[in-house]
């Protein structure tokens, strides 16, 4: 069992958990993920370390609540635990000197690139940090990508905070005031990575991002993680989970993370309707260390309708 | 051969043995079992695995030990049943092979033991995985395990990486040998394929279990959740956590594809990825369990390949309601991989086998709506020794599908390869190691099963997995990293394929 020893909201739906990971914490590197099995009953899913303390043995996570598991993983506190964490898994990021980097974050792709851009920025990198969010609140690691970035550009799809706009705007402005970039990396909503990959490629700025299809084991051994790469099959897992964006099929990977739509809506309705089966397996498992689960919001009731 | 005394407890004189036929193995009735994930097999009473074990000869040279790659000592087990002593045939089977239960059920005896045994000339050979299952069955029920002894500790470590058939036949030899044995598993089960491969219809999980708690009994540890090569290196197990000796049985999980047009639309499945959301998530029973999986209900489904995971993943399919569900093989259906009595379950469950086909495009928007088949005929033999199917040209035609699952092989793991420098691999990224000892070009780095021989059975693995232990054994007590049987010392040969 992997226990949680911090819980906090960062936004609404969106909360940061530290787990006591010790062998995932000494072997973290930025870009890399961990799959997690909430309880005895629930199914594998793959997501980003967004810090990790090898001291400590604490690794962090960043999870917004979109369906069933990562609506559960909302729900924990401090003093709860995790049935199963492994990792950490995928390919490092690639990091190197290449000048001036552009790192996009995208609502809460931000906590995925944030390390990243950390390590570029220890690198050498000359780090301009585009934050984009739907509005203000959403708006993800303001203060600690600020402490960290050369250059902070806040983009808000509603323009409460910062300049209204997409981060592709952001990028494009950039580009058109004859700034020198020499790597990007964008990690966001599958439609920002497209837009952005569509800014760059004709100018052949070398861009990444990191994929996140779906995944079962995260060992290479199931391949439904396979995404398009330069006409072939790649898995994300394994092989990624970054690839060069000018390369990936972004609308393949938009057709097989809708693959199971259905029944994730039905499986989050049945969970708002009725947390109590979870809830109890957790419980029989001695995973609630602080007592019962965290009442479920109503606007979460509203998201599965 | 009459001319020898015969055995205690073998009443019958060896004409009259040689009378007897085999006996049938009870079996769930193919529409009732065609629904449902219990048991096919329901395996042998009391009567007849008595009446089965007086057909052995109890010959002198039993060719059926020799034909088992742990070399169960059958003769001696049998002998055993005969006597009534149920539990002691267990524990003498136990002697060779610490997962009666699981290889009674899933070996392709009749390959192995069955192949070698002497009735067999004659007639069908004796049924010595049923007697087999039998004896690990009755075992089971009774409660009493019998554990082999220990050897006094060694305080020596051994990490296993892999929980798998090989991994845990390696475990449990060395523990045996008095060694510390933790085994490393990257999943949040154990058990390796025995978990997320086969199909509990056909091995349950119950069994599987309870071996694995045997083992532990025993003293093994293990570790769930911990990828090497990942979570952790071969370097770090050696250097930070004291281990002497790491043995690398990690498998062929890797799933190959066509490459052919379709093959990422939704619906799509490898036979891995199908299998561990049935297998190992139950995703069978979505959505009292999350993990989802296409819902098979009334709908047709494809599955490409003629192995036993082509077997199980169409009957997987069926057993979660599929319509039709055609197996489609290139090669004719006596080429095919597949255990016969395999075969004979899937089809007398309702399996459409459509052999000489080949697919060659997946047709659909989002999700699979129909499979471009190409017709075969076969042509001479080729490296498999099996005649090379050759497509007919305008043959092709559509069959409407909405899942398909792809089952023609897997290949190498990469991920313990890729960080463990120094480690010999051949061109398929398989492990290269003696096949003698199970060395590999690493100092107390060892590795068998599918890893280095591509994909295999249950019990080659574990054969490798007692070949490991006892080279495993030989290094710690002699600390002599030494050639192997005739192998010459270094280099290993570049390539094993």
């Known amino acids: 069992m992997f226990p949680i020893v911090e819980a906090r909201t960062l936004a609404p739906d969106i909360r940061q958990l530290t787990i006591f990971a010790p062998r995932i914490a000494r072997r973290q590197k930025p870009g890399q993920f961990v799959i997690v099995r909430v309880h005895e009953r629930g199914e594998r899913i793959p997501l980003t370390i967004a810090a990790a303390d090898p001291l400590e043995g604490h690794i962090t996570i960043i999870v917004q609540a979109v369906g069933k598991t990562t609506a559960l993983l909302n729900l924990l506190r401090a003093g709860d635990a995790l049935l199963d964490v492994v990792g950490p898994l995928g390919k490092p990021s690639e990091m190197e000197n290449f000048g001036t980097a552009v790192v996009i974050g995208g609502g809460v792709g931000t906590a995925i690139a944030f390390p990243t851009a950390k390590a570029l920025k220890q690198a050498g990198n000359h780090v301009i940090f585009i934050l984009g969010a739907r509005n203000k609140e959403l708006l993800l690691l303001e203060n600690e990508i600020r402490a960290v970035a050369d250059e902070l550009i806040v983009m808000t799809d509603d323009g409460s905070y910062g300049t209204k706009g997409f981060v592709t705007d952001a990028l494009k402005k950039l580009l058109d005031e004859g700034q020198k970039i020499d790597h990007v990396l964008a990690i966001g909503p599958i439609p920002m990575m497209k837009a952005v990959a569509g800014v760059t490629r004709p100018l052949m700025i070398k861009t990444v991002v990191s994929l996140n299809s779906i995944m079962v084991d995260g060992t290479g051994m199931c391949g439904g993680c396979r995404v398009g790469i330069d006409g072939d099959s790649q898995f994300a897992c394994v092989d990624g989970p970054e690839f060069d964006a000018h390369q990936v099929d972004f609308d393949l990977l938009t057709r097989r993370n809708r693959a199971y739509r259905e029944l994730e809506v039905s499986s989050m309705a049945d969970f708002t309707d009725d947390p109590m089966p979870d809830i109890e397996l957790m419980r029989a498992a001695g995973q609630l260390g602080a007592g019962d689960l965290e009442p479920i919001p109503a606007r979460l009731r509203s998201v599965a309708r | 051969m009459s001319q020898k005394p015969l055995p205690d407890h073998n009443p019958l004189p060896m004409k009259e043995r040689m009378k007897l036929d085999r006996q049938r193995m009870p079996e769930r009735p193919p529409e009732e079992r065609a629904k449902c994930f219990q048991e096919v097999n329901l395996g042998f009473g009391e009567d007849l695995a008595k009446q089965e074990s007086l057909r052995c000869l109890s010959c002198q040279k039993p060719t059926c030990v020799t034909a088992c790659p742990v070399s169960v000592k059958v003769k001696d087990f049998i002998d055993l049943i005969l006597a009534g002593d149920y539990l002691g045939a267990a524990a003498k089977i136990r002697e060779d092979n610490v997962l009666p239960g699981v ?307 897997t290949t190498a793991n990469p991920l313990v390869q890729a960080t463990t420098p120094g480690l010999q691999t051949n061109k398929k990224n398989y492990i290269v190691a003696d096949p003698e000892t199970l060395r590999t070009s690493r100092e107390g780095v060892f590795a068998g099963g599918d890893i280095v021989t591509g994909a295999a059975t249950v019990i080659l693995a574990m054969g490798a997995g007692r070949k490991a232990a006892a080279s495993i054994h030989d290094w710690l007590t002699t600390g002599v990293w030494k050639p192997g049987n005739g192998q010459p010392a270094a280099p290993l040969a570049a390539t094993a394929d």
């Open chain 2, 103 to 409: 290889t009674g059920r899933v070996c392709p005896q009749e390959d192995q033991c069955e192949g070698g045994c002497t009735v067999g000339k004659k007639k069908e050979p004796v049924g010595i995985g049923y007697l087999e299952r039998f004896v690990a069955d009755w075992e089971q029920r009774s409660g009493v395990i019998g554990l082999p002894e220990r050897a006094p500790a060694t305080g020596k470590k051994v990490a296993i990486i892999g929980s798998g058939p090989a991994g845990l036949s390696c475990a449990g030899d060395l523990i045996q040998r008095g060694h510390q044995v933790r085994v490393f598993e990257a999943l949040h089960d154990l058990g390796g394929v025995l978990a997320y491969g086969i199909p509990e219809f056909r091995l349950p999980r119950s069994i599987v279990k309870q071996e694995i708690e045997n083992m532990k009994k025993m003293g093994v540890e293990f570790e769930t959740d911990c990828v090497v090569g990942r979570t952790v290196t071969i370097d770090e197990l050696f250097h930070d956590e004291g281990y002497s000796a790491v043995f690398v049985a990690t498998g062929a999980g890797l799933p190959q594809f066509m490459k052919i047009p379709g093959e990422n639309l939704n619906g799509v499945y490898s036979a891995n990825e199908f299998l561990t959301r049935v297998n190992l998530m139950r995703a069978y029973r979505f959505p009292e369990y999350d993990e989802p999986v296409y819902n098979c209900k009334d709908q047709d489904v494809a599955v490409i390949g003629g192995g036993n995971t082509a077997m199980d993943a169409a009957r997987v399919s069926l057993r979660l309601g599929a319509k039709n569900v055609y197996l489609i093989y290139r090669r004719s259906e006596k080429e095919m991989p597949a255990r016969i009595e395999e075969v004979h379950h899937a089809k007398d469950e309702g399996i459409q086998i459509l052999a000489l086909n080949n697919p060659v495009a997946y047709l659909g928007e989002e999700r699979v709506t129909a499979v471009r088949v190409q017709k075969q005929e076969l042509g001479e033999p080729d490296a498999s020794g099996r005649r090379r199917p050759i497509p007919i040209p305008g043959s092709e035609y559509e069959i409407p599908v909405s899942v398909v699952i792809i089952a023609v092989g």
